[in-house]
């Protein structure tokens, strides 16, 4: 796969369910972690309980955590991250790999920022949170 265009990764919020998705909050870096907790199952070796014990885990807890940093920029798209963040509701998402294919999930709002300097733009950061199965949709 050929290496791809950073501004292509897109973080989409559904403003209707998930059937129309628009962008996230103006982000102009987006991150993105894929997380599974391993829990572990190591038992000694009852045939050999003075020998080497080898680690053995199962899976655990599996979670996505998506942030960026960007500008202010649709009073719409921060209002609804302030009443997701506020109401404890959620959003549902969609972030496009390019190259790769499409996660859909639905996320909570963990941090929502507001920052700026003297001469610049309104800056805002966003955490955002998985609640529930992330589902993974290879590109054709």
């Known amino acids: 796969m050929p ?11 559904s403003t209707d369910g998930g059937t ?9 870096t987006r991150n993105i972690s894929l997380n599974g907790n391993l829990v572990d199952i190591t038992s000694i070796n009852t045939a050999d309980p003075g020998g ?7 899976a655990g807890i599996q979670s996505m955590d998506v942030s960026g940093n960007g500008f202010f920029e649709s009073k ?11 109401d404890g509701t959620y959003l549902d998402l969609q972030i496009t790999c390019p190259g790769l294919g ?3 999930g639905t996320f909570a709002v963990g941090t929502v920022g507001l920052g700026g300097e003297l001469e610049g733009a309104i800056t805002q950061t966003v955490e955002l949170q998985s609640s529930g199965a992330v589902t993974f949709t290879p590109e054709a």
């Not at 791809?4 to 989409?12: E, G, I, S, Y």
């Not at 080497?52 to 199962?58: A, D, H």
């Open 76 to 86: 719409t798209q921060f209002q609804a991250l302030i009443d997701a963040k506020n």
């Open 20 to 28: 129309t998705y628009e962008p996230l909050a103006g982000l102009t």
């Open 3 to 13: 290496k791809q265009n950073a501004r292509a990764l897109l973080v989409q919020y």
């Open 52 to 58: 080497t014990v080898w680690r053995e885990t199962i």
């Open 102 to 104: 499409d996660f859909t």
